[in-house]
């Protein structure tokens, strides 16, 4: 069972010498094979959550479990997409993708397989030996997530991935992680602050307060893209058209919207 | 800072100050400013450094004492490097290791190379092992430090990656943490070559029986000045081409990062 739960997390953070809590009593669920986005105004902890997840930090008080097991450090079972992409300057396309596969034993051939298949999926062949800076910021966040899916973890957990691609790459990466979703689930937890990336892409969609960091509302996505039958879209304008879409993103909108102070910007 | 000079410019600026260097030396050898034994020519000193290549002084020609002393620098540096980036790298990342070493290193590293030369060549002797163990006392720290900071500095992001896709700690230090602070240990290096270098001269002119800094002592005894300048130059000379060399591979590894 590759879960995540958050029980109850709050997390406080110092800075300057001054003391913030970032979430309070943040609880939520990523069932088996259910694509969870979690968004939120910026600052409200929702990278903080998905970090817990990772094991890269860990609860003031609750716990995050995994699988069932509670999350004590990072491991190759909880494939992570960076915002920053993450990948190491001083290794190929190729070395980069290779990385996870060699902590996880893999032999030599089957991992060049394996990467093979990813670099196609991802739209790369042909660049296995370039260096990332060679790379446009498109072409190296298609990298940081091939490095991530030929790990076939049962856990994805990506961090505002599309953030830095322009509008097209974006949407075409959108339809190609729901096409690869739905080939093979997985347990996805999917940050971002896009209402429409949330809507199009998630079974679910948990819309968080600004700091400190709690639960607004979760909304259910799949049952109306089920009853409406998105999934004979094929292109991820067609489903942006939809009423039931827009009655949906609308929704989230307005809880967003709700918290937004006069004097903010 | 200023304004930018031309690569053109900025060559004939050198050339000019050499230029009036050995015009104000020259002068000064001409009118005979200090006594000819005190003060040669430069040309006297350019004749003398050709002679040696054919005459022995001091039982070795010029090249001679010079292979010695790169021998003895080479084998004294390469121990320091690879002694000082390991464990600099392994301290960045395992604290226990950093309180271990750190207040060892701590009061060992103000000991200047030179105050190492009583022990060492009772120790290993006036061959190779005791001017060996002066340059490591002088290339060591460098290559210890930057190292450290090196691995101390690396962007997070990135040990976060490494961490995430399953890779222990001894892969962390050789697949990120080496490669992240390339830069930093090869600016050590060079420091380290340097410090290394000037470390064993100054051994070889107190306590060593071959070498060009023994050279320039033998020479000192004889009263003979165009020998110790040829020294000098000599040294100062290799110095440099280390130098260039550390800073040609510098450039290398900055390229293909794509800076």
Redesign the interface.
């Known amino acids: 069972m590759a879960n995540i739960v958050l029980d109850n997390v709050s997390r406080s953070f110092r800075r300057d010498g001054k003391e913030f809590l970032a979430l309070d009593r943040v609880s939520f669920v990523c069932n088996e094979h259910e694509f969870v986005a979690v968004v939120g105004p910026s600052g409200c902890g929702k990278t903080t959550c998905m970090r817990m997840a990772?094991?890269?930090d860990f609860p003031g008080s609750g716990s995050v479990k995994v699988g069932g097991k509670v999350v004590k450090?990072?491991?190759?079972d909880?494939?992570?997409v960076?915002q920053?992409f993450?990948?190491?300057?001083?290794?190929t396309v190729y070395e980069n993708i290779e990385?996870?596969l060699r902590?996880?034993g893999v032999g030599r051939d089957e991992a060049a397989d394996r990467i093979a298949r990813n670099l196609k999926l991802m739209n790369l062949e042909g660049y296995e030996s370039a260096?990332p800076?060679?790379l446009s910021g498109g072409m190296q966040q298609r990298v940081a997530i091939a490095?991530a899916y030929v790990?076939n973890p049962d856990v994805l957990l990506m961090d505002e991935p599309f953030g830095a691609l322009d509008a097209q790459t974006r949407t075409v990466m959108q339809e190609e992680l729901l096409r690869v979703g739905r080939a093979n689930p997985r347990t996805v937890m999917f940050i971002t602050h896009a209402v429409d990336e949330a809507v199009y892409l998630a079974d679910r969609v948990v819309v968080m307060t600004r700091r400190p960091g709690t639960i607004m509302q979760i909304v259910d996505v799949k049952p109306v893209r089920d009853a409406e039958d998105w999934q004979k879209y094929e292109r991820i304008e067609d489903v942006m058209d939809l009423e039931s879409f827009v009655h949906l993103r609308t929704r989230i909108w307005r809880l967003l919207r709700e918290q937004h102070q006069p004097g903010d910007h | 800072m200023g304004d930018k000079l031309k690569r053109a410019e900025l060559m004939w600026l050198s050339l000019a100050g050499l230029l009036i260097f050995f015009g104000v030396w020259t002068f000064a050898a001409w009118v005979e400013l200090a006594p000819r034994k005190f003060l040669p020519l430069p040309s006297q000193v350019v004749e003398r450094g050709i002679e040696l290549l054919t005459q022995p002084f001091s039982g070795q020609t010029l090249q001679g004492h010079l292979a010695v002393s790169i021998e003895r620098y080479l084998s004294g540096f390469l121990l320091a490097a690879a002694v000082g980036v390991p464990l600099g790298l392994l301290m960045g990342w395992y604290r226990w290791l950093d309180n271990v070493i750190t207040p060892l290193f701590d009061s060992l590293r103000f000991i200047a190379p030179i105050a190492w030369v009583p022990f060492a060549a009772l120790w290993f002797g006036t061959g190779i092992g005791g001017p060996m163990m002066i340059i490591f006392a002088g290339a060591f720290a460098p290559c210890l430090i930057n190292a450290y900071r090196g691995a101390r500095f690396v962007d997070p992001k990135y040990i976060e990656a490494a961490q995430v896709y399953g890779a222990s700690g001894p892969r962390i230090v050789y697949e990120v943490l080496l490669p992240a602070s390339l830069p930093s240990i090869i600016a050590g290096l060079r420091i380290s070559a340097g410090a290394g270098w000037q470390s064993l001269i100054g051994a070889e002119l107190i306590a060593a029986n071959s070498g060009v800094g023994l050279m320039m002592v033998r020479a000192q005894g004889a009263l003979d000045t165009s020998i110790v300048m040829v020294g000098m130059v000599a040294v100062g000379v290799f110095g440099m081409l280390v130098d260039v060399a550390l800073r040609g591979i510098e450039k290398r590894v900055q390229r293909k990062r794509g800076h």
């Open positions: 990772a094991g890269l450090a990072p491991g190759p909880r494939a992570v960076f920053q993450a990948l190491f300057p001083w290794k990385f996870g902590s996880l260096y800076h060679q490095r790990l």
